[in-house]
């Protein structure tokens, strides 16, 4: 389409979505701050203003390109329009700019710049105090510009919806539901609110400082990185494209004082390796299917969060950075004669949730640091060590190997790649066929003996994820084995990725990744030989007493109303000796009926015999509101529940419990 | 009641009604006003006094009328607002037309005694016509009456709004049964495109090309909208319309619905006009039971349901996408257009949305035919418009003129001049988003075009008269206020905007501006208004350009230290008069600040650093020896 920009006859693409896109192709980037390309248009910043003749001063987000539209993007008018907005944001704005997470990276601070605002001639107002460092996620709203920009990317890429605009005009705030911190929200942890956040409003806890107190306490310092880290941290420190940045970051490590760096895609062949035969199990047994992949952590809270029904079908094989944490402690601690006490386990994460999933109750103290791919960089830059003049070293053995299989768990689709790859030393596969469906699902079918086939789908972003298992609960689709990872693209596209942390910079990463890959001379994680002999000298066989113990794990019903539950019929016994019962008696469980239920098993813990274990509790709200009544025995949710169901229920743990 | 089952059964019916409703007017019964405004003035005990009082003396009044049962025959009424809300509550005996103001249940035996059974009417309830100065007997006989023209605002003082009988009575529901029988889409959407008729939410956009736009689009399904969001502070028009006779605004979505080809509608209320809304819901049921909403309209196959969204009071949700995002129950908050609702409104469906004003005037063009619409009004701006009144005038409320009419007019010759003896100043029209005109501006006709040539809107029809004793910053300080507390938050020059913009005017309310100050408003005032998202920031400047350019000198004179009108109190000064201080002490005894001092033998002093300007020196000194400066 031909349109004529600042007089000039430009070509622009005909399916642009909108000016201010088909104009960046072209190579003018008109400055704003609430577009993106992933979410849907908001319109609200207006500095992205443009003179169309006979239209007036436009924002070039929500305008339309037409052949023949004369656009001018930069005339005295509008100048003096986009400095009077960046003027009016830095009016209210926290400009700490120094001791800002963002600082140097803050577009907000950018276009200061660009525009040489030096002074404000506005009064300095200020704005909201609220600075939540509740979780890992840290907000400061006295630096929030309101862009929306993190509302709409948990809202419409996640589909999390954790965070919201509250109140109006000057005192409208970014807050989670009920102004509760993000710890008490249904937050995933997944970052995308970081990385797409362009002022220093939403940042994550920096644990760099945390590393140097534990190196300074004398502990053996161990180091693990992730395969994303590998293909996003040259973006900070100008070695674009470096494939062998790695090994630089295991020398840097070693020089600063780490005894051992370790790679996690060793732990990720392993992961495949494990789970891998935990799909053949269940799909030999046709139980908890289909089989979900746990590795990303903030897939695995969303999971807890919005789908308990499914947690049984999450595998239960830890994450990489768990497992190898663990091997750690526990094996290499033993050979190495140090006390697992002595040791800190340090990983390298392009992932916030990595964070969240190290001091989850049920995998605490396997690592005991997660930085992420920014705070790495961070170190590197602080230390004035320039990587380009660092000679790569290797991983150290024996968690130092990987096959491509355990590279790629950086990307998506890498995990279910690794998982078909183990597979296929299993049983006949006589035909694999990948197709994308739609951006983010990828379908793939793997035809097996007798004509039967195996359908894996590798999904990313939590928004997609609801999709499919949204279609997968009401049977339109079937499926086997489903990859989800919580971010675009994967975990190069993790919260912990440097700035800018977009499509286009997370494609550039997908590509150094699969080049990386491709240099690796193992294919399929069965040809890790240490992985091989780690089975052979501790864990036996995948799935075995010992491989449960050490590699895999558990997950909860998480609760998003907090509050404490009710004692209504509380027994002096130990935990093991009783059945816990909680009846949920919120507005919709209590108006269908929940109240009636809670009766009758007063009566029947006072009567019956069999019954006389039953410790009775009044809860609130199991967010399950659509299937109401709720009862949960023993953390089992029973939905649509009657006083029969629950008694079969009920009977089932009383006989449990007594043999 | 009974479902109609054809137009021409509905038709025959209407007729019926309207033979009734004549007849009626002939007897003997009494009207009492239950809107908003005379409802708070206690209307509603006026109404049950009546009912006491006429139960209890049945042997005086005809038998056959009380024994009724029936609401209807009751000869006591409950009529929609007439506009005089000031003089509320007001009751008309009927059939001879005496009006009375300010009525309490203490005058009601009066009334039924004289008024009812004798036909005299009482001289001291009666309205006094403020231009004139005397006593009239019939509202219709007063000035400020004649010289309006009611036209959206039917039967002042007869209206029953409870009763959809009545509104048949008055031909109502006849122009639905016309668009159903006899028009389809396109010459319905002609026909409002030819009235001229222009939108009355504010913009004044043409009505017709709306509806064209909403029919033409393509969905699945279709809605229509009612916009009762009034919410510029001062104006009811709205109000006063939907409780006064919900069903013209109904009867118009009706026939807007099946123009576009829409099945389902919204009313969207305020629901801080609780009267309105049980009204409107009053006139959906019963509409509903007549069969001119529902299943199958009067048998012929179009299918229509309406239902009451209640605004939970933010003022930017009477922008339409606002509106739209709050009724699917999001936050309210505009969005970028286009898409333009009658392209993609509600959950994606073309949407058309109108003003309850604007839906009002659909069944009058339709009944009265283009031609004799387009009678009222000027050429580019056709008909009649609603407006509320409010500030020191001798009669305020609603009142209803057509298009073209001046503000002089207005003023003089239906609201009978200023009741405080002060000069008038300005007239602020068009709300939060309107401007201040200056004496100079008062003889322009009213109508959308002239208005906008001068910087000032119809806006929504809040009229405003402010005297000379008034500070004009003050007045852009107070409707800053609002706009920058009702902001919806989310664009740039409107949230940090509207804000910045009011700390300065606060600047100079308080004696604290300068001239620096005065360029960053006008440089703030350009950049709101160009840059804003939606309308509501777009024209929250109008109150400060407007008073810039007519009366810049008031803020000069503020920087100077001054303020003209002597209201912004922070510009006061109390000093005392050393010539005629006699040292008795007294001030500084009350002085709740300890700010003046003094010893006998001397003039005092107030220290003007501690002094609050409360202005007790100011009275108690008996000599008056306090001066106030400023």
């Given at each position: 389409m031909k349109i004529y920009v600042n007089g000039k006859e430009t070509i622009i693409d005909d399916n642009a979505r909108n000016v201010l896109e088909a104009l960046k192709e072209v190579g003018i980037e008109i400055p704003n701050l609430c577009y993106l390309s992933e979410t849907s248009v908001y319109g609200a910043c207006r500095m992205c203003l443009v003179e169309v003749e006979g239209n007036g001063i436009v924002t070039s987000c929500t305008l339309k390109p037409y052949e023949g539209m004369r656009i001018k993007t930069h005339t005295p008018e509008i100048y003096e329009m986009r400095r009077g907005i960046l003027e009016l944001l830095l009016a209210s704005h926290n400009r700490d700019c120094t001791t800002c997470e963002r600082n140097g990276q803050c577009k907000l601070q950018k276009y200061a710049e660009e525009f040489g605002i030096r002074n404000v001639r506005f009064e300095k107002l200020d704005k909201s105090n609220i600075f939540d460092s509740s979780s890992i996620i840290i907000r400061d709203n006295s630096k929030c510009i309101l862009c929306g920009d993190c509302v709409r990317a948990c809202e419409e890429i996640q589909s999390v919806a954790a965070i919201d605009f509250a109140h109006r005009g000057f005192e409208a705030q970014v807050v989670p539901a009920f102004e509760e911190g993000l710890a008490n929200s249904e937050c995933v942890y997944c970052g995308q609110c970081v990385a797409y956040c362009p002022t220093g409003a939403l940042t994550f806890r920096s644990d760099v400082k945390e590393l140097y107190n534990a190196m300074e306490s004398g502990k053996t310092i161990i180091g693990m990185i992730a395969p994303a880290v590998r293909s996003a941290v040259q973006e900070e420190l100008g070695l674009e494209g470096d494939m062998v940045i790695a090994g630089r970051l295991v020398n840097f490590l070693k020089m600063i004082g780490f005894s051992k760096v370790f790679d996690v895609s060793f732990a990720a062949d392993l992961v495949a390796y494990e789970e891998a035969h935990e799909f053949k199990e269940r799909i030999e047994k046709g139980e908890r299917l289909p089989q979900f992949t746990s590795c990303c952590p903030g897939w695995v809270k969303f999971m807890e969060q919005f789908y308990p029904d499914f947690i049984d079908n999450l595998s239960t094989v830890k994450s990489p950075q768990q497992a190898l944490g663990t091997l750690i402690k526990k094996y290499y601690a033993k050979e190495a004669g140090i006390d697992s006490e002595d040791i800190c386990v340090v990983s390298f994460m392009p992932c916030t949730a990595k964070k969240f999933e190290a001091e989850r109750e049920e995998l605490a103290g396997q690592v005991d640091l997660v930085l992420t791919t920014k705070e790495l960089a961070q170190m590197i830059k602080s230390s004035g060590i320039n990587l380009k003049y660092m000679q790569p070293e290797p991983f150290d053995r024996p968690y130092g190997l990987s096959s491509q299989s355990g590279l790629s768990f950086g990307k998506t689709g890498g995990v279910l790649g690794s998982v078909i790859n183990v597979l296929k030393e299993q049983i006949d596969i006589s035909e694999i066929s990948t197709e994308e469906e739609e951006k983010g699902i990828r379908v793939t079918k793997i035809k097996i003996e007798e004509g039967k086939e195996l359908t894996g789908i590798a999904v990313f972003g939590l928004g997609k994820a609801r999709e499919v298992l949204e279609r997968i609960k009401s049977g339109k689709l079937e499926v086997d084995i489903v990859e989800v990872m919580a971010c675009d693209y994967g975990c190069i596209g993790g919260g912990g990725q440097p700035y800018p942390n977009n499509s286009a910079k997370r494609e550039e990463r997908a590509k150094i990744l699969r080049d990386t890959v491709g240099m690796d001379v193992l294919i399929s994680p069965v040809e890790n030989y240490h992985m091989r002999e780690l089975y052979n000298k501790y864990l036996v066989k995948p799935l075995s007493e010992e491989s449960h113990k050490v590699l895999h794990t558990s997950f909860r019903h998480r609760k998003r109303v907090s509050g404490e539950d009710i004692d209504i019929l509380p027994l002096p016994l130990d935990e093991e000796e009783k059945v816990t019962v909680n009846v949920c008696l919120g507005t919709s469980c209590y108006s269908k009926g929940s109240y009636d239920i809670l009766s009758d098993l007063i009566e029947m813990a006072n009567r019956e015999e069999w019954a006389e274990n039953l410790e009775i509790k009044g809860t609130f709200c199991l967010e399950n509101c659509g299937a109401s009544p709720n009862v949960l025995v023993n953390g089992e949710i029973i939905s649509e529940a009657t006083t029969e169901k629950v008694r079969k229920v009920l009977e089932k743990y009383v006989s449990k419990e007594k043999a | 009641m009974r479902m109609f089952k054809s137009p021409l059964e509905a038709f025959k019916y209407i007729e019926q009604q309207e033979e009734i409703r004549r007849k009626k007017l002939e007897q003997l019964s009494v009207y009492v006003c239950v809107g908003t405004g005379c409802t708070a003035n206690g209307a509603r005990k006026v109404y049950e006094k009546f009912k006491e009082v006429l139960n209890e003396r049945n042997l005086n009044i005809s038998l056959e009328k009380l024994d009724d049962p029936d609401e209807n025959n009751n000869p006591v009424k409950k009529t929609g607002c007439c506009g005089l809300c000031s003089l509320g509550p007001l009751v008309k005996i009927i059939p001879y037309g005496f009006t009375y103001g300010h009525v309490k249940p203490n005058d009601v035996e009066e009334i039924v005694e004289k008024s009812l059974l004798k036909g005299k009417p009482i001289e001291r309830l009666l309205l006094t016509d403020p231009i004139s100065g005397k006593k009239v007997e019939k509202l219709e006989d007063a000035t400020f009456f004649k010289n309006q023209s009611f036209y959206i605002m039917d039967a002042i003082g007869t209206s029953e709004c409870e009763s959809i009988e009545d509104y048949m009575g008055r031909g109502g529901y006849k122009s639905l049964i016309k668009a159903l029988s006899e028009m389809d889409s396109e010459s319905i959407v002609d026909t409002i495109k030819a009235s001229g008729l222009r939108g009355?939410?504010?913009?004044?956009?043409p009505t017709g090309f709306k509806w064209e736009a909403a029919m033409k689009s393509k969905g699945e399904k279709k809605f229509v909208v009612c916009n009762g969001d009034e919410g510029d502070p001062g104006a009811f028009m709205n109000r006063t319309l939907l409780e006064r006779d919900p069903h013209s605004v109904l009867e118009g979505m009706i026939i807007a619905a099946f123009a576009i080809g829409a099945s389902k509608g919204y009313a969207y209320i305020r629901a801080e006009y609780p009267i309105a809304v049980e009204m409107f819901n009053k006139a959906i049921n019963d509409a509903k039971e007549y069969g001119f909403l529902g299943e199958n309209i009067l048998g012929t196959g179009f299918n229509l349901d309406i239902e009451v969204k209640e605004g939970a009071?933010?003022?930017?949700?009477?922008e339409e996408t606002a509106l739209l995002a709050s009724i699917e129950g999001k936050r309210g908050v505009p969005r970028p257009r286009p898409p333009f609702p009658a392209q993609s409104g509600l959950w994606g469906f073309p949407t058309l949305l109108n003003n309850v004003e604007t839906y009002a005037n659909v069944p009058k063009i339709i009944r009265d035919g283009v031609e004799n619409y387009r009678k009222r009004g000027v050429e580019s701006s056709p008909g009649t418009k609603m407006f509320s009144i409010t500030g020191p005038l001798k009669l305020t409320g609603i009142i209803e003129i057509q298009f073209g009419t001046t503000l002089r007019h207005v003023i003089e010759d239906i609201c009978g001049g200023t009741s405080n003896g002060l000069k008038l100043k300005a007239i602020q029209i068009g709300g939060p988003s309107g401007a201040c005109l200056s004496?100079?501006?008062?003889?322009?006709?009213?109508d959308y075009d002239t208005l906008k040539s001068v910087d000032a809107m119809v806006g929504s029809g809040g009229i405003v008269a402010i005297t000379e004793d008034r500070c004009m910053v003050e007045v852009a300080r107070f409707f800053l206020d609002f706009t920058k507390r009702e902001s919806c938050g989310k664009c740039v020059p409107c949230r940090e905007g509207t804000m910045q913009a009011y700390t300065i005017l606060e600047k100079f309310t308080q004696g604290k501006a300068t001239y620096e100050d005065l360029e960053n408003l006008e440089y703030l005032s350009k950049i709101i208004k160009t840059a804003s998202l939606c309308g509501l920031g777009k024209t929250a400047p109008n109150p400060i350009l407007s008073t810039l350019k007519l009366f810049r000198d008031e803020y000069i004179e503020h920087i100077e230290g001054k303020c003209p009108s002597g209201m912004c109190t922070a510009l006061k000064k109390y000093v005392i008069n050393p010539d005629l201080c006699k040292s008795c002490s007294l001030c500084a005894r009350f002085c709740p600040q300890g700010a003046i001092s003094g010893e006998r033998g001397k003039p005092y002093v107030i220290d003007q650093e501690k002094c609050v300007k409360c202005g007790i020196c100011f009275e108690k000194c008996k000599f008056n020896a306090i001066e106030l400066i400023g």
């Open positions: - | 009355r939410g504010g913009g004044g956009f009071g933010a003022f930017v949700c009477g004496e100079e501006f008062f003889d322009l006709p009213l």
